[in-house]
């Protein structure tokens, strides 16, 4: 299996050259001292923008971001006519915990002459690319908040078989309008909401986690990168997980139902 792929579109025009085992765009490798751009590594046409998946679609486009060379910049978006959407909606989550976690491809694009170069990651390379500024996520409360929110409707989304019967009916039954003002009940409410928002993001994050592993191994990941993939989709998270409680409980009693 080849490891890096560059996808072709309808038109058979090359799309952003992207990591086969992790779907994470190539960072772009051609450093230069003049006017920097702020480029989004994951680019797409506008009806995924606004279309159904747009949250989804959002939350990849934020988790990275990188500052190149002004004309650099203006030739990958000759050369590349966008990238390719993830699969599905799991291969999103992992790219886009993968991206916030400050991971970096095995290869770069080089761009320093007129034909796009695709070569191995060096010690270098790597240095640079986490000099501060440079490989970062969007800026903004607005797009870490979009982050957190694709993230946990997600790990909310995620089936709940092996967990306990009677959490999941405690938790549904302490939902429901008498219970609204009784501060006993919804406090116990409170606390299985947030171990059932935990169980969902380690499910979601379990795919991923064999390559967070590999990725801290192969020095992928900055020292400072949370040890674990929960760890990072929870930092986006963390405090705002009553706000997904009613999405979580519709969720359960649709699971229940079926």
Not at 67 to 94: C, I
Not at 96 to 114: D, P
Not at 195 to 204: C, D, E, K, S, V
Not at 205 to 213: A, C
């Amino acid at each position: 299996m080849p490891e890096v792929l560059i996808p072709k579109n309808n038109e058979g025009k090359a799309l952003s050259p992207i990591e086969v085992k992790t779907g994470v765009v190539l960072p772009i490798w051609a450093p230069g001292d003049g006017e920097t751009n702020r480029h989004h590594p994951h680019f797409y046409k506008r009806h995924y923008m606004s279309g159904p998946r747009r949250l989804e679609t959002r939350a990849v486009r934020f988790s990275r971001l990188q500052r190149v060379d002004k004309s650099t910049h203006d030739k990958y978006h000759v050369l590349f006519e966008g990238t390719a959407f993830p699969e599905n909606e799991k291969k999103s989550f992992e790219i886009t915990v993968l991206n916030c976690a400050g991971y970096i491809a095995g290869h770069v694009v080089e761009l320093s002459g007129a034909k796009p170069n695709i070569i191995e990651t060096t010690p270098r390379m790597k240095k640079a690319f986490r000099t501060e500024g440079i490989m970062t996520i969007e800026r903004g409360i607005r797009a870490r908040r979009e982050i957190g929110q694709f993230l946990m409707n997600h790990a909310i989304s995620q089936r709940f078989d092996h967990v306990k019967q009677g959490q999941i009916e405690q938790f549904i039954e302490l939902g429901k309008p008498k219970f609204k003002g009784d501060e006993v009940a919804q406090a116990r409410r409170l606390r299985l909401g947030m171990r059932l928002t935990n169980i969902g993001l380690g499910l979601a994050v379990d795919g991923i986690d064999k390559s967070y592993r590999q990725a801290r191994e192969l020095q992928a990941l900055p020292d400072e990168a949370p040890p674990c993939a929960w760890q990072v989709a929870k930092g986006f998270v963390e405090g705002y997980e009553p706000d997904y409680y009613e999405t979580l409980q519709e969720n359960l009693l649709a699971q229940y139902a079926a």
